[in-house]
Every structure is written in C-alpha cells, then in structure tokens.
C-alpha cells in the first residue's frame, strides 16, 4: 500500500470512528444507553492466512480491519492519535481510563512511549467496537468481557508450506520466515509486556482454531459464531450481522 492509499484509508477509518457513536447513540432507546460493543481481537501463527481470515470477517460483519500497519501509524502519528482518543464517547472514555490505569498499575507492562500510545490506541478502537483487530497483544489488552479472543494455529509443516504458496518461495526460505515472524511476534510482546507470555496457551484465547482443518469461510464462520454465542450469553447485549 502506497502513502497515498494508506493516507486516503487512515481518513476513511477516522470518518466512520467520528460517526460511529453518532449512529449507535440515535439507534438506541432513549431511556438507554447503546449496548457495550463488542470487538474480535486476532491472534495467528505465522502462516495462518491471519490476513484473509481477518478480510472474510470485516467483509461478512462490515467491521473495519485495523492491522499492524494501521496501529502502528496511528499510535505513531499525533494528529491522528488525538483525533482517535477525542471521537471516543464520553459515555466509555471512563471505561478506557479505567482500564488503561489498570494496565499501567501492573508492573509488567512497558512504560515507553510507544506502548502507552499503542495501547492507548487498541483502548479506543475497542470503546468504539464493532472491529477485528490483528495482532499487537489486543487480546491481552481489550476486557475479555467486551472481547472475542481468537487465535489461529497450525502444524509448523504446513505453516512453511502456505507461507511457500503464498510468497513464491523455497521451503527453506519458507521456514525461515515463519520462524523469524513468529519469535518477532514473541519479542514484540515480552517488549511492550515484560514477560514472557507464551502465545500459544489455549488458556489465553476464547477460541483456537486449526487452520489445517478449515477453509478462510470456515473460519469466519465460526468466528462470528461464538461471537453470536458470546452475545446470547448475556456477556454483551446487542446483534451481530446477518452475513
């Protein structure tokens, strides 16, 4: 993605932020407040097609998509930082307060700048809801009570070889890519942590899906229905799309 694209979709993404609590505020009753929103955070192994399940889901629920790339330019870029945390509503600013100063009370977790903006950042995105959210330890960040947590794994053997499909390249060049991403993905958290989670306990996650044995409309499929269940559940009020 160009500057330009990147530039135009960061805008098309803080536009529909800005309306986003508008329109949830005018579709509920006025003796009540909107329902808590919900949000999908995304985990994956490398060479999990994390990307296209991620796509399949914004598509089916018209969630918008924030990814490494977006995160990190919004937590990096001032204007746009502010402009994020200012379209959150005043109504869950108390929330997102809440649990950043818990976040930040605990010894292990990172006090640089760029955590506490990033983190900041998948606060707000999360107070807005209604999103997938890939990667950068949104499941470790985001209540689980306003949360789905998902993670995608796979054999190494087969990992190697969708990473070999998808780039064009030797097995060798393969593997060693699938582990530079994956023991990256572990540094990212233990830097932004300080501790050294281990990504893959099942304990962590709400759901684990083996991408071995589903298709990317598969996984989708069942993504958003434990979100329907989590729903019904009674642990957020509200509806999901019909996809």
Known sequence: MDQASREQRLAEILTHLSQHWETRGKTAPEDRSPPDPFTIALSRQAGTQGTAVARELGSRLGWPIYDRELLEQIAHDMKLHTSLLESVDERRVPWMEGVFENLMGVPYV??????????????????????????????????????????????????????????????QEAEHRVETVDRERRQFIRGVFAKNLDLTDNVLYDLVLNVSRFSVAACAQVIIEALRQQQISGAVKGKVPTP
Do not use: M, N, Q, W
């Open 110 to 171: 990172s006090d640089s700048a760029y955590a506490r903006h990033l983190i900041k950042t998948i606060l707000a995105l999360g107070a807005h809801g209604e999103c997938v959210i890939v990667g950068r330890g949104a499941s470790f960040i985001l209540p689980a009570a306003t949360t789905l947590r998902v993670l995608l794994v796979a054999p190494l053997s087969d990992r190697i070889a969708t990473k070999s499909r998808a780039l064009g390249i030797g097995r």
